[in-house]
């Protein structure tokens, strides 16, 4: 069996992301979609719980994801796991380069190779930063219908 994880903070998850989950769970007959908690990064605007619940109802449709957190190492996480190829998207040559070296570090200190997906041309502008600022107007378009009813009819 062959095994996918899809990392990221979700902070929230946006349609970018989705895209992402989608595609790498056609290449894979597992697939993994883990909220990494990094201490050393700002303060979440959503907890680990509301961003479990929401990449839960993003990927209600898809059998082959499993949605996890993990506080450690992405390697760390494949590890545990028994391994896996890591998926990540980019959207631009900065997101690619810095993929790029992350991909290269997974590599050489976890022997875990990276699958970069490039954005679709339409989601290109999507990012967790964005959405949040157009939360706080009241505007959930880059997050969906799924997570847009949970965070403001407190539905699940």
Do not use: Q
Not at 100 to 106: I, K, T
Request: net charge negative; hydrophobic share 40%; charged share 30%.
């Amino acid at each position: 069996m062959n095994t996918g994880i899809v990392t990221g903070t979700f902070d929230p998850p946006t349609i970018g992301h989705l895209d992402i989950i989608k595609r790498a769970s056609k290449l894979f007959d597992r697939l993994y979609v883990v909220i990494l908690l990094n201490p050393e990064k700002k303060a979440c605007a959503f907890s680990v719980e509301e961003r479990m619940a929401f990449l839960k109802a993003l990927t209600k449709d898809i059998p082959n994801v499993t949605v996890e957190h993990y506080d450690g190492l992405a390697i760390d996480y494949a590890k545990s796991i028994g391994g896996g190829v890591f998926v990540r998207g980019f959207r631009n040559e900065n997101d690619f380069e810095y993929e790029r070296e992350m991909a290269e570090w997974n590599l050489r200190n976890g022997d875990i190779e990276t699958i970069l997906l490039p954005a679709r041309e339409e989601l290109k502008e999507v990012s967790s930063t964005t959405a949040k600022e157009l939360l706080k107007a009241g505007d959930a378009v880059l997050v969906g219908e799924d997570i847009a009813n949970m965070i403001f009819k407190g539905g699940n």
